[in-house]
Structures are given as C-alpha cells and as structure tokens.
C-alpha cells in the first residue's frame, strides 16, 4: 500500500510538471524569438563608443557582455505591459495588483525595487566594508574654514580608495553636509557660506577613483560606472559618520548632469542621505525610460548606452522600443528616497530633458510621499535657460536642503507648467459626457449612409464626409470665434521691425544650398505665431524655383525642443529642400518656445482642446505660406512624426488646401485601442497629454467614440496619403491599422484613386528612423 502511495505522489508530480512546465519545443520556439528580437535590437543600436569606457572591467563591448554571459532579451511575450509608469504603491504589478496599504507591504515593495533597479539599470554593489582605513594628506585653513584632504582605503587588500575633500566652516558644530562631486567643488564653497561642511569626493569625470572598483570587485559585481560612483558617495559618508562635527541626519546630496543621475542612486540605496538634489540629470535620472523613447526626442536607451556604455546596465539595451515592458523606472528610484527630501530640477528648454516627462514622475512621486506623510519632502524646480546652473540654482537648492533639513521655513514653490490633468479639466469645463448617449460604433460600412444605404458615388460620399468632420470637430472642442490673419500688406512691423523667435532654442542654419527665412504673423501665420521656412537655392545663392511645392514638418513629442529635433532634423529639412521643396516649420502649442502658451491653455479655453488649436495653427500656416508669391498653393504638403502625424491627420481631414500627408507613427484605431491591450490607450490623449479631453468620458467605452481615424484618413481622400508604420510600435497595434487602411481604402476605389492610399510598415520600433526618411523622399518625389 505504502508504495502503491509513493507511486501514485510521483505520478501525480510528473503529471503536473507535464501540464505546467513549457515544452522542449516550446522553450526553443520562445528562444528562437529571443534570438530573433535580440538582432533587431542589434540592428537599431548606434555604434558603440568604446572610448566612453568599457561596457564592463569584463567587457569592452555589449556583444562581448553578450557572448560571455549568453543572455537573451527577455520573453517580452510573458512579461506584462506597463505602459504608464510603474506604481510603487501596488505589489505585483501587471498580475496580482495589489494596492500597497500597510508599511509591512511598503517594506516588501521597497525590496523588489531595490533588487529589480539593480538587475536592469544600477548593477549589483558590495556591502559596506568593515575595514575603512583614512589617511589625512593635507590640512590648512583658507581663512576661517579648515580644508582637508583625506584618502579613504578600504576593501580586498584596501585597494579600493577614495579621496575627499572636507570644507569645514568655523564653529562648534554639529554641521549640515553637502555631499557632491570632485568637479561641483564651487557648489560646495557656495554651501560652505551657508553653514554646511562641504564634502567633495572623487566620483566624477575630474577625478574618478571609483573606476578602478570595477576591476577590484570583478565577476563579483556588476554595478556600472554611475552606480559605482554613488557607491563611492555611500563610503565618503561611512567617514562622514566617524566625525563628531557632522550632523548626521542632514547630509544632502547633489550633482550635475551625469552626477545627477548618480545622486539619485546613492540617495536611492543609502538611506542616510537625508535629501538629494538631480541637477539636470535627464535621461536615467529624473526623466523616466518610458518618456524617452524616440518619439519625446531626447537621449533614449538606444543613444544614451552606446555613447558612454559604461554608465547603464548592458540589460537595460533589451527594452529599446519596449519601455513599456521595463519592469522597473526612475520613478522608482524617487519612491525608494521617501520620505527624505527630494528635489528634480530642469530646465524647460535644454535639450537632453522632457519637463513634461519630469512633472509625471513628480506627480508618480507625490503618491509615495503622500503614503509615508512627508508631502512636502518632495519638490520640483524647473528653471528658463539651458543644460548649465548658476549661483542663482545653487542657492535654491540649499535652500530646500535647508527646508527639509529644519533649518528654515521657506517652502518650495514647485511651479508646474504641465498641470493638466482630466479630472481637473472636467471641473474646469463642467463637462460631463454620458457614453451610453452614442451608439456602439463598428470599424466598417464607411460606404453605409445613414439610412443604411450602399454609397455608390463621390457626392454621396462628400455628404456623409461631412457629418464625419462634425464629430472629429465636436472632439476637438468648440474653437472660440476669432479673425483671419490676412498677410502681407495688411499690417505694419512695429519699432524695428525685429520678431522674436525665441529665448533659449537654437534653430537649424541656413546653408549654401538651402535659404532660410523667418515667417511671422506679418506673413499671415496664425494668432501672434513664428516659424522658419527653408528653401533651395541657386549656385548663385538664389532661390532655385519661384513655384515651389512646400512640407509643412510637424514634430514628435519633443516637449523641450520643438521642432528641434535631436534626431537629424536639420539632415531631414536639407534632404527634403535638395529635392526641390521648400520645408516650414515650427513648434506646436505647449512645446519649445511655447511652453508656456501651452500651461493655461484651459483655464483660457476650457471647451476647446489642445489638439484644436494645433489643427487651427496648421490651417494659419498654410494661410502664410499660400500668401508667398514663390510657393505653389496647389502643392502643400503635410509630414509629420507621432504627435505630428497625428496632428497632421486631423489638419489634413479638415482642410482641402493640403494635398497631401505623411504619417509616421501617427495613430492607431482608438476603438479597438483599449488599455487590456497594454498600450495608453485613448488615455494618452485625454489623460495623458490633455491633447482631446473630450475622448476621456469614453475609456472603459471605446467602441462608442463617435468617430475613428478609418474616418479620418477617408476625409482626406482622394488625395494622397502615405502611413508608415512600424511593426514594432509599441504604442500601435499594426492588424488594426491595417484593416482600418483597408476600409479607408474603398473611398478611394470610389475616386478611382487607388494607389492614393499607401502602407509602409518596416520591421522597426516607434521612430522616424533613416529608411522610413528615405521613404518619405521617394513619395514626396512622386507627387512632385
């Protein structure tokens, strides 16, 4: 009997390994897709720069990390989609979701995202050594402060060193640090005014002894050179520790750039920094992964690992397109500060940042320290100017060490230029539309009246376009009336007669092939607007043609920049110019030089939407262009890169003067784009980007919005039409866009325009990558 049991339990565990465990074939048709997803990944990653320093002490390349290590990308089939960012206050997210409610939870939560930032950004760091060795090399006095030179030893054989640097003003003490890196020694001469020790360690490009912990600690630990780097900060504070003159519950750190990338994971992993400043750390700092990717413009992973390899876990490279499956975020790195003070800090304007993509991880943030009590330990400042600081930010960011360190009251402003949320738009507006009010709409019949009647001719066609673009219109809110700019002649330049472009941006030059000239509301652009035209020219200097067909390019989400495109916007314009078009642009409403315009557009408007006034502003660019006696009006087209294609879309269907479009990632079917399909859904429109409020009464309801971009790109017919769209877009779903071609397709049958319509669809990731550029010539050329 007893081994009839024995029997029957290893039967039993057999069965059930058989039914749960994945197949041999299985397993290698999964490793295959790996593989396979894995020399994509190849394919999209720039050159690497090697001599940026080495991926590892191990591994000079990634495809040497690859090759000794034999790692694959994950099977992002089983992994969930995360498309906003991760929320620290739910355990198991994207399976179990379980809201975080006790500090019992909190603990364990702060655990896994300790484990996962190390395995996927940080790399994995020693312990603390227990055998901490200092050496003083210098000490003088530099009036009443007491500068010292100390050098600290410590791990294997004390090889590992660190020099630091103490400024030690007069008095008794206990002191408050301010704790940053050997090239931030004039930051810390500012603090030392202020009453702090000043601590500068070498941990930085100037002076970097933590380079040599990679060799030390090799095949042992992983951690990359920023992490090594903040863990050099945490040994500089075990010294700290040993001095009765520090206070120890107020050491703040902060640093620059790529410091501040580092600040904010030493402060992340050591708790006894009781605040920390990013100064303008940007990618891998205060911007999260997900709002980096190519259609926000700045540095990405892609850029960001293969220009310096060595700052950023090489597993970190497999989520390039896929950010939304990136288990972890930099959010997460802010949520393991809390409760301890916290400050982001920006620029608007420079270029490797996203303020937009900085205010949702604040807001990300908030939740976290709302949780633990400590609201107002969290703080934003985003300043006007570029990448660089000034004794101006040196002292706000004491001044908030001091805030959370007691030592004054002086709260942080955290002025928000992004403040947008539906909830308060929908209080703002006092809108508040039923769902069930609008019928249950299908992705066919776009040949259906509404008598249920077959459209058999292009008048019955343009009649039911008509009720299309009423709903599009309704969507995008009720324009407010307002007058036509008429152009030249009609107004006079004031003072001198000098137009304001802007600040802080820097725009494309003209060159020896291509003029360029600014166009204004005097040239009858719109509301008060400004933008750049550019234009072949001559060997003799001269504009080439006087009848030019003209692309309007209408930008990515790049918040910072505008139309400034960090990928190859300026090559992009000239490729288009040297094939004898002329090429306007400029920035959209709430980007580049109109950030501002962009903060209370609904305080002003509250019926309107964003993405109406940026249709409106198309419609004023082609007013101002059709005014120039050298452009030919029938031959204005409109090129555009995720926001700008969809900008462009919406312009297109509702203005007959643009002959024509091309979208690069620029949708996806908003009925069938719910968010169990792990994308944003409609919600980065209305929730997200607070580009068409309006759609956020339906999510939960898709398949009621009373319209669809099938609709759209039909409105747009005959005229020509070329949709790129990656397979890989992260943000898409590619069958979709297909069959919505598909039933776009019929209108044009019914124009007997059927190569009008065209697909492209490589086997890329979201962006406007070379081939897709060299595409979009080809078809340009055609229609020219």
């Known amino acids: 009997m007893k081994n009839q049991y024995v029997i029957f339990k290893y039967y039993s565990i057999f069965i059930f390994c058989c039914l749960t465990l994945p197949s041999l074939a299985q397993i290698k048709k999964n490793s295959e897709k790996q593989k396979a997803d894995l020399e994509l990944i190849l394919k999209v990653l720039p050159p690497e720069r090697i001599n940026n320093g080495r991926v590892s002490f191990l591994d000079e390349t990634f495809q040497d990390w690859l090759e000794r290590t034999g790692e694959l990308p994950p099977d992002f089939d089983q992994m969930p989609s995360i498309p906003f960012l991760p929320d620290p206050l739910v355990l198991d997210e994207g399976g179990r979701n379980i809201p975080i409610k006790t500090m019992d939870q909190w603990k364990e939560k702060r655990e896994w995202m300790k484990q996962e930032l190390m395995r996927y950004i940080s790399g994995t760091f020693p312990p603390p050594p227990d055998n901490m060795k200092s050496k003083l090399i210098s000490n003088k006095m530099d009036g009443e402060v007491n500068l010292q030179l100390i050098e600290l030893s410590f791990g294997p054989n004390h ?49 970097d002894d933590t380079e040599k912990y990679s060799e030390i600690w090799a095949g042992q630990y992983d951690f990359t050179r920023l992490m090594r780097r903040a863990w050099g900060a945490s040994r500089a504070i075990d010294y700290l520790y040993t001095l009765p003159e520090v206070d120890k519950g107020k050491i703040g750190i902060t640093g620059h750039s790529r410091n501040g990338k580092l600040s904010l994971m030493a ?80 620029a608007i304007s420079e270029g490797a940042s996203n303020p937009w993509g900085i205010e949702e991880a604040y807001h990300a943030s908030k939740k976290v320290y709302q949780f633990l009590n400590a609201e107002n330990n969290l703080a934003i400042r985003s300043r006007h100017g570029l990448h660089s600081v000034s004794a101006r930010d040196m002292e706000d960011y004491i001044d908030f060490f001091d805030y959370v360190f007691g030592r004054n009251n002086h709260q942080p402003e955290n002025k928000l230029y992004y403040n947008y949320s539906f909830e308060k738009w929908r209080d703002l507006s006092k809108e508040n539309i039923s769902p069930k009010d609008y019928s249950i709409q299908s992705s066919d019949g776009l040949l259906v009246d509404g008598q249920n009647n077959k459209i058999k001719t292009t008048d019955g066609w343009e009649s039911k376009k008509a009720n299309i673009r009423k709903q599009v219109q309704w969507a995008l809110g009720d324009e407010p009336a307002g007058v036509t700019n008429p152009g030249p002649g009609s107004l006079k330049k004031s003072g001198s007669g000098e137009i304001s472009f802007g600040t802080f941006l820097i725009r494309p030059e003209g060159t020896s092939k291509m003029g360029r000239m600014n166009i204004s509301p005097y040239d009858g652009f719109g509301d ?109 087209f409109v090129v555009g890169y995720s926001l700008g294609a969809t900008v462009g879309l919406y312009a297109a269907s509702l203005d007959d003067r643009i002959a024509g479009l091309v979208s690069v990632a620029g949708f996806t079917p908003m009925r069938t784009n719910t968010l169990d399909r792990g994308t944003e859904g409609i919600m980065a429109l209305s929730h997200l980007h607070g580009l068409i409020p309006r759609l956020g009464f339906f999510v939960g309801n898709e398949s009621r919005i009373p319209y669809d971009f099938f609709e759209v790109l039909a409105s747009i017919a005959p005229r020509p039409v070329l949709v790129i769209a990656p397979q890989m877009d992260k943000d898409a779903h590619l069958q979709d866009i297909r069959q919505s071609l598909n039933e776009t397709q019929k209108v044009y049958d019914l124009y007997e325009n059927s190569e009008g319509l065209q697909l492209y669809s490589p086997d890329d990731f979201n962006r406007f990558s070379p081939n897709m550029r060299e595409k979009t010539y080809e078809w340009l050329e055609e229609q020219f």
């Open 528 to 636: 008060q607007l400004f933008g750049y035209l550019y234009y072949p020219l001559d060997n003799n200097g001269k504009m080439k043609n006087n009848h030019l067909p003209v692309v309007i390019y209408l930008h990515e989400y790049d918040y910072s920049k505008g139309f400034n495109s960090y990928h190859q916007v300026e090559s992009m314009i000239q490729s288009i110019v040297d094939r004898g078009f002329a090429v306007f642009t400029y920035d959209m409403i709430g980007f580049g030089n109109r950030i501002e315009e962009g903060t209370r557009f609904y305080h002003r408007y509250p019926h309107w939407s964003k993405m109406g006034k940026m249709v409106t502003d198309v419609h004023g660019a082609v007013d101002a262009i059709s005014n120039l006696d050298f452009v030919n009006p029938s031959k204005i």
């Open 159 to 207: 090889e590992a060193k660190l020099t630091i640097e103490l400024m030690i003003p007069p008095g008794t003490g206990s002191f408050p640090v301010f704790l940053t890196q050997w090239n931030h020694r004039e930051w810390a001469q500012v603090a030392v005014r202020r009453g702090y020790i000043g601590c500068v360690y070498a941990g930085a490009d100037a002076k």
């Open 267 to 346: 402060a992340a992993f050591d708790e006894r920094i009781t605040a920390c400043i990013p100064s303008s750390g940007g990618t891998g700092a205060e911007v999260p992964w997900r709002y980096t990717s190519q259609n926000y413009d700045i540095e990405d992973i892609a850029l960001l690992s293969t220009s310096v390899p060595a700052w950023l876990h090489p597993r970190l490279r497999f989520f390039i397109g896929r950010e939304h499956k990136l288990p972890v975020d930099q959010n997460l790195f802010m949520a393991l500060i809390a409760p301890r003070g916290l400050m982001l800090s920006t």
